[in-house]
């Protein structure tokens, strides 16, 4: 397997191995910034039982809102792929956009303009400082991956997508795409 470096717009999938880490276990992050600073991602595939409409009380439809990781888990995040509608938008990589204008967006989403498939929220990020990743990825926590989906992934992923990366990357990986979450119950 080829083994990629971790950059802007990459995905992490978390190794079968990190059972124990509540945020991480079976998580896939993308990554929305990775620099000699430190790395800042959202994790894709953890829902958690809020609709936005519940935290933002002037947005008026229910779009599904992320665990994106145990950072500032009091603060919204949000990633998409209309930065033509919203305003100071930062690109991540292949059509995939991280935050903007709240206002405008908040008017777009209740104008039925954005819609769930254009946008993901998320409470928290997940964030490593200088060479924390670096160390986290020679410890074998992560495997970094393309992401293949590119602006679709914000449609893509859902609770299942950990376990289909395990399925594509095959061998030992395999036993583990169908393996219980938590082995001790099984």
């Not at 800042?40 to 595939?45: A, K, Q, R, T």
């Not at 229910?62 to 500032?72: L, R, S």
């Not at 967006?105 to 400082?129: C, H, M, P, Q």
């Not at 991956?145 to 990986?173: F, H, P, Q, T």
């Amino acid at each position: 397997m080829v083994k990629l470096k971790p950059k802007k717009g990459t995905l992490l999938i978390a190794e079968p191995s990190l059972t124990g880490d509540v945020s991480f276990n079976r998580s896939v992050v993308l990554l929305a910034e990775h620099n000699e600073e430190g790395s800042v991602g959202f994790i894709l595939n953890k829902p958690l039982e809020y609709q936005i409409n519940d935290l933002v009380t002037e947005i008026l439809i229910p779009f599904q809102v992320y665990n994106g990781g145990p950072v500032e888990q009091d603060n919204l995040y949000f990633i998409h792929k209309v930065p033509h509608l919203i305003d100071n938008s930062i690109e991540i990589s292949d059509g995939i956009y991280w935050g903007g204008n709240f206002d405008k967006t908040v008017a777009l989403i209740n104008k039925k303009i954005i819609s769930e498939d254009d946008i993901r929220f998320f409470l928290g990020y997940s964030g490593w400082s200088s060479l924390q990743l670096d160390q986290e990825l020679s410890s074998k926590s992560w495997i970094v991956v393309k992401n293949k989906y590119e602006s679709r992934i914000i449609k893509k992923s859902s609770v299942a997508i950990w376990k289909e990366k395990m399925v594509e990357l095959g061998g030992d990986y395999l036993l583990w795409s169908n393996a219980p979450e938590n082995p001790g119950l099984n």
